[in-house]
C-alpha cells in the first residue's frame, strides 16, 4: 500500500466550529487531492495541490481552505462546519498528476451536528 | 456535474460468472481509469487506458475505450465473492493534472 494516512479517522463536530483534517504521505509525491464521497454523487474534488504551497480548487471548494507547507503533509480546513459538509473525505496522491494513477488514504468520517 | 456516469449502478452476479460494467462521459479525454473500493476503504487504481488505445488487459480484468462514442467498458471474468465491492470510472479531461469521477457501480458476487 502506498504510504498514505489520514487523520482523525473519524470525527464529530459541531455546527459553526472549525475542522482541519490531515493527509499524510511518504511517497514523495508531488500531486494531492481533497475528495469527499456522498451518496450518489461518486467522489467529488474540493482542492489539490501540485507542489508546496501550489494548491488550486476543484468542484466543491467552497467553505474549504488548503495548506501545504510541506511535500508530506497536506491540510484541508473546514472554516466554520456545516451539516452539509458530513461526508467521508478522502486524500490521494500522485506522482505526476492525472496521467498516472492516483492513490488513496483510508478516509476520514466527519459529522457535523 | 459528473463527467463519467457508470451504468448500471448495482449489478447482482453468481460466483463464475462474467461483470461488465459501462462509463460513459461528455467531454474528450487523454485517459480514463478504472478504480475499485471495497466497503469502508479507500479507492484502489485498477487499470488506466489512454485516449490512443481501444483495448487493455490486466489479469482478469478487459477495459476497452470507444472515444467516438465516449464511452468505456469493464469486464471482470470469472467473478469471484472478493471482486465484491464498487467500482468507479474516472477521466482525465487534461488542462489540470485532475481526475472526474463517475458515480460507481456497487457489484455483488455471491457464492
Known amino acids: 500500500d502506498a504510504g498514505i494516512t489520514q487523520s482523525p479517522r473519524h470525527k464529530v463536530t459541531e455546527t459553526g466550529t472549525p475542522v482541519t483534517l490531515r493527509c499524510h504521505q511518504t511517497?514523495?509525491?508531488?500531486?494531492m487531492y481533497w475528495y469527499r464521497q456522498d451518496p450518489g454523487h461518486g467522489l467529488r474534488l474540493i482542492h489539490y495541490?501540485?507542489?508546496?504551497?501550489?494548491?488550486d480548487k476543484g468542484e466543491v471548494s467552497d467553505g474549504y481552505s488548503v495548506s501545504r507547507s510541506k511535500t508530506e503533509d497536506f491540510l484541508l480546513t473546514l472554516e466554520s462546519a456545516t451539516s452539509s459538509q458530513t461526508s467521508v473525505y478522502f486524500c490521494?496522491?500522485?506522482?505526476?498528476?492525472?496521467?498516472?494513477?492516483?492513490?488513496f488514504g483510508p478516509g476520514t468520517r466527519l459529522t457535523v451536528t | 456535474s459528473q463527467q463519467g456516469e457508470e451504468d448500471p449502478q448495482a449489478l447482482s452476479i453468481q460466483e463464475g460468472e462474467n461483470a461488465t460494467m459501462n462509463c460513459s462521459y461528455k467531454t474528450s479525454i487523454n485517459n480514463l481509469q478504472w478504480y475499485r473500493q471495497n466497503s469502508g476503504r479507500g479507492l484502489v487504481h485498477l487499470i488506466l487506458i489512454r485516449s490512443n488505445e481501444r483495448e487493455k488487459h490486466s489479469g482478469r480484468l478487459r477495459v476497452t475505450l470507444d472515444t467516438s462514442k465516449k464511452s468505456s467498458s469493464l469486464l471482470i471474468t470469472a467473478s469471484r465473492a472478493a471482486d465484491t465491492a464498487s467500482y468507479f470510472c474516472?477521466?482525465?479531461?487534461?488542462?489540470?493534472?485532475?481526475?472526474?469521477f463517475g458515480t460507481g457501480t456497487q457489484l455483488k458476487v455471491e457464492l
Open positions: 474516472a477521466t482525465d479531461m487534461g488542462g489540470g493534472n485532475k481526475l472526474t
Open positions: 495541490s501540485y507542489g508546496v504551497k501550489d494548491t
Open positions: 490521494a496522491i500522485s506522482e505526476t498528476g492525472s496521467s498516472y494513477e492516483q492513490y
Open positions: 511517497e514523495n509525491h508531488r500531486y
